[in-house]
């Protein structure tokens, strides 16, 4: 058993750092600019803001703020005090997923869901991006929200979050194409 899991390890540590030193490597990848400042820390004002801007008929309600994004609705939920969020987009009930669905959702939490996830809560299937609420900045929020639309719409299918696809389709074009509409909207924020 043991070996198993050594070898399993093994495998993952090569598969990891192979895909480090791949972006790292990759002349495509734009570098960090030197000396920039970092944004101002992600609030609810701020983020009600942004969220404004992608959909004027927000709701709020107390550390909850629904919106439709692409004809999905998207749920917000934020705790300042334990400076978390949580923006969540329903799926299909929990109702009929064999082991086999259980099992290719965690595969693709793994390597294809990116920074979103596959997660049950409340017996719902959801699309989950969870973030440190105050060090978000407003790229990574909305990329976030990008991926957990893409989860969503993958569900059955690719079962991805879209932003990183390895290989000639055009997956990764619809990506750049809804994170651009997405940051054109939110401009002024």
């Known amino acids: 058993m043991f070996r198993i899991i050594a070898r399993s390890l093994v495998v993952l540590t090569l598969l990891t750092s192979g895909a480090a030193l791949a972006q790292t490597a990759s002349p495509d990848l734009p570098e960090a600019p030197q000396g920039q400042q970092g944004e101002a820390p992600m609030t609810l004002a701020r ?40 923006a969540m987009v329903p799926i299909a009930s929990v109702e009929g997923l064999t082991q086999a669905d259980l099992l290719r959702l965690m595969q693709a939490n793994f390597d294809a869901a990116l920074d979103a996830r596959y997660a049950v809560a409340h017996g719902r299937l959801w699309g989950v991006f969870i973030h440190p ?57």
């Open 47 to 86: 983020m009600a803001g942004i969220i404004r801007a992608l959909d004027p008929d927000m709701r709020v309600q107390g550390p909850a703020m629904e919106f439709t994004l692409e004809d999905i609705p998207v749920i917000v939920i934020t705790d300042v005090r334990a400076d978390r969020m949580r």
């Open 133 to 189: 609420l105050s060090p978000l900045e407003k790229d990574q929020f909305l990329s976030g929200l990008v991926q957990t639309i893409t989860v969503a719409r993958t569900y059955g299918t690719a079962y991805s979050g879209g932003a990183a696809i390895f290989g000639g389709g055009d997956s990764s074009e619809i990506y750049r194409g809804l994170l651009e509409e997405l940051r054109k909207k939110g401009q002024e924020l």
